[in-house]
Structure formats: C-alpha cells, structure tokens
C-alpha cells in the first residue's frame, strides 16, 4: 500500500481544510502530480482506490471540499458555490507549491476541473471529467436536488448501506453488498456519539438552488479547453450527462477522448477496469509530454 499523508491547510476566508497526499508526500519532483475533485455530496474517500493505484506513478493529492469530509463547515452556507471551491482547490495547489498538474473531476469536481483549465491553462496539463458536462440535463438535476442534505439520518451502518441502495441504485445496479457497504462508509460517518450521518453539510441543499433556476452556461468554458488534453466519462445509464451534450463536446474538440461506462449512472466510481485503463492511459499521455 501506498503511503498516505493527511494534511490541514486554511483557506483564504480563513476555514481549515483536508486533504491527503497518495504516496511519498515530499513527492517526485518530475511526476506529474494528480488533483482529485469529489462530487457535491461526496469527500475524498471516493478516490481512495485509485489514488492508492495511481500513487506509483504519480503525486496523488485528494482534497475535501469545504463543508464534505474533514474540511470545517462554512458558517455562510452561500459560499458553497464553484467559484469559491475552485479558489480553495488553487489553494491547495499553491500550498504544494504545484505549478503544473492533472485533475480528475466527478460531477461538480469535473465542472472545477473545466473552470480551473479556462482559467490557468498554463498550470493544467489535462483533466478527466467523469460524467459531467457544459450542460446538465435537468432530470439528474431534479434527482440530485431531492436528496442533497435532505436524506434522514441512519440510526446504523446498514441502515446507511439500505439508504445508499436506495437513492444510488439505480447508479450502479450490479454492485454487490460488498461494493455497496464500501460506498456507504465513504459517504458517511460515524460521530463521537453514536450517530451516522452522511458527511457533508446540509446547508448545501439551500446553496444547490430551488427548483426553478437556471443552470449556468458553461459552454464558453468549455470553448476555452481547445488547447487542454481532455478525457471525459460518461455513464451508459447517466441522467445529468446526457449523450447529446457529449455529442456537442466532440463536435466541438475533435480530440476530446470519451468513454461511455455501460451499466453506471451518475456517476462512474473510477475503479471499473475500462476506467482505470482510460485513465492510466491518459495520464502516461501527459507525463511523456512533459
């Protein structure tokens, strides 16, 4: 196994916020260092498996997001919002001194990941963007907004596994128990007293937006990653990337890679074997360029 180092660093509003560090945490100075950017209601733990297998290669750095995981709450729940997780995320590549880096995004991390190659091209030497697109289909929007921070609290870890089947199985609909209670002690965690919640603020239900508006266009965002070696992964059953939009990327960047993950939702664990592989592939890529 490789080594993990866990780290505390302040954001620029002043929260404290983790992150761990895959493998030698003084790192190679001439392997590409990798950033992995978890989903809206997700943490780090999600990364904890290919993190582990890409730490031979490369310097693997997972962040919580503030308000997810072991990164502090924001008292101004307004603050959970891209912009603000896209400065944090710069923050914690310039407390590595990193100027040059991968990013591995799921969902709202793909969507950072896309902002953060717009806006510093020249320290982004490619993303992978699992499952996200310029345009979310509003059937997954609909979905997400129905359980973000509003999901009960579990009085046990099976019942947060029978909580996790239920508002995920549609997602992954061959995972066996094994892979479900994995999922479930990732999403959640267990307090001081006894209790298992899932681990992430519920005030970023209300920072998600009501029903009625309007999500952001991103596609000038995207026509500014002509320039940056881009993989995106969809899921073959996903509901907020629809294949459409990912139509419309190829059309546009002729050289975007994509893979399409049959049997998975929203969103891809990264662990399948044709993600692992994809990716694998995608980063030595990147690293013979540099």
């Known amino acids: 196994m490789p080594a993990v180092s866990e780290h505390f660093f302040q954001s620029a509003d002043g929260l404290r916020l983790f992150y761990a560090l895959h493998g030698n945490d003084r790192g190679d100075e001439r392997a ?24 031979s290669g490369y310097r693997v750095i997972t962040p919580d997001l503030r308000g997810r995981g072991r990164s502090q709450y924001d008292a101004n729940w307004g603050n959970y919002r891209p912009d603000v997780y896209v400065a944090d995320a710069f923050r914690v590549l310039d407390e590595l001194r990193v100027t040059r880096c991968a990013i591995i995004g799921t969902s709202l991390g793909g969507l950072m990941a896309m902002v953060m190659a717009a806006a510093q091209s020249q320290r982004v030497a490619g993303i992978v963007i699992n499952d996200i697109g310029p345009e ?12 973000a921070g509003k999901v009960p609290m579990v009085r046990s870890w099976p019942e947060a596994v029978a909580q996790s089947r239920e508002v995920h199985g549609h997602a992954m ?4 128990d094994r892979q479900w209670q994995e999922f479930a002690r990732r999403a959640y965690r267990e ?17 998600f937006g ?7 266009d991103l596609w000038p965002v995207f026509r500014q990653l002509m320039a940056v070696p ?49 990716i694998g592939e995608f980063l030595a890529g990147l690293a013979s360029r540099a």
């Open 32 to 55: 590409l260092p990798v950033l992995c950017l978890p989903g809206l209601t997700r943490n780090s733990r999600d990364f904890e498996s290919i993190a582990d297998w890409l730490a």
């Open 136 to 147: 979310l289909d509003p059937r997954g929007v609909a979905r997400i907004r129905s359980y």
């Open 173 to 176: 609909p061959d995972f066996t």
């Open 191 to 207: 307090h001081d007293d006894g209790t298992i919640r899932r681990d992430v603020d519920p005030n970023i239900s209300r920072a």
């Open 210 to 216: 009501e029903p009625q508006s309007s999500a952001p």
């Open 230 to 278: 881009t993989l995106v992964i969809r899921g073959g059953l996903s509901d907020l990337f629809s294949a459409a939009t990912l139509a419309r990327m190829q059309v546009m960047k002729p050289d975007l890679r994509a893979l399409i993950v049959p049997n998975r939702g929203h969103a891809p664990t990264l662990d399948e074997p044709e993600c692992r592989h994809a």
